[in-house]
């Protein structure tokens, strides 16, 4: 999905959530940048080689916007990074492990984890087959399932009309709730 509905949805979720555990203005900060940074990191080795190596601002750009068969070309390291941080992040395998291992330290499930894993399970239905199938079970395997792809006319307008539905009801349940 993209990166804006990525962090709608994790407003609205912690919005929502907040109705019974209150948080701070800062777990939900927090929680919604987890939900936006997997298809954040992705950039920072194309945007490393504009800066410092021979790179152009015009094949970050394409990177960013790109459909398959037509990203632009570039370094074969800068590629293999790019990649296998976008596996990483988007991995229900690597989010399940930090997940345990935060929770064993604090002693508690670390609420702004639910962002990034709202990252990964939303990911997981809004690829296709045909459109970057998001690699749930890095490093396992890099195949992912055969969703709806984000970026289908229909679809984008149903899933930000579904925001808008669901961002008002947080907001009208919140005003219930104050009176
Ligand atoms: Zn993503």
Same mark, same amino acid.
């Given at each position: 999905?993209?990166i804006? /509905?990525?962090s709608l949805w994790?407003?609205?979720g912690?919005?929502?959530l907040?109705?019974?555990?209150?948080?701070?203005?800062?777990t /939900?900060v927090i929680?919604i940048?987890?939900?936006?940074l997997?298809d954040?990191?992705?950039?920072?080795p194309?945007?490393?080689?504009w800066w410092?190596?021979?790179?152009?601002?015009?094949?970050v750009?394409?990177?960013?916007? /790109?459909?398959?068969?037509?990203?632009p070309l570039?370094?074969?390291?800068?590629?293999?990074?790019s990649?296998?941080?976008?596996?990483?992040?988007h991995?229900?395998?690597? /989010?399940g492990l930090?997940?345990?291992?935060v929770?064993?330290?604090?002693?508690?499930?670390?609420?702004?984890?639910?962002?990034?894993?709202?990252h990964?399970?939303?990911?997981?239905?809004?690829?296709?087959?045909?459109?970057?199938a998001?690699?749930?079970?890095?490093?396992i395997?890099?195949r992912?399932?055969?969703?709806?792809?984000?970026?289908?006319?229909w679809?984008f307008?149903a899933n930000?009309?579904?925001?808008?539905a669901?961002?008002?009801?947080v907001w009208?349940?919140?005003?219930?709730g104050?009176?």
């Amino acid at each position: 999905m993209d990166i804006l /509905a990525h962090s709608l949805w994790a407003g609205v979720g912690i919005a929502a959530l907040g109705r019974r555990l209150p948080f701070t203005r800062r777990t /939900a900060v927090i929680t919604i940048s987890l939900a936006a940074l997997p298809d954040v990191l992705q950039m920072l080795p194309v945007i490393g080689w504009w800066w410092l190596g021979d790179g152009t601002f015009a094949a970050v750009r394409d990177f960013a916007i /790109a459909v398959p068969g037509q990203e632009p070309l570039l370094p074969s390291a800068v590629l293999f990074v790019s990649h296998h941080l976008h596996c990483t992040v988007h991995s229900a395998v690597v /989010a399940g492990l930090v997940t345990a291992l935060v929770w064993y330290v604090r002693r508690a499930l670390w609420i702004p984890l639910l962002g990034w894993w709202s990252h990964i399970v939303i990911d997981v239905f809004t690829h296709s087959a045909d459109y970057y199938a998001s690699p749930v079970l890095y490093p396992i395997t890099e195949r992912g399932f055969d969703g709806i792809a984000w970026n289908t006319p229909w679809f984008f307008v149903a899933n930000y009309l579904a925001l808008g539905a669901a961002g008002l009801w947080v907001w009208i349940s919140f005003k219930r709730g104050r009176t």
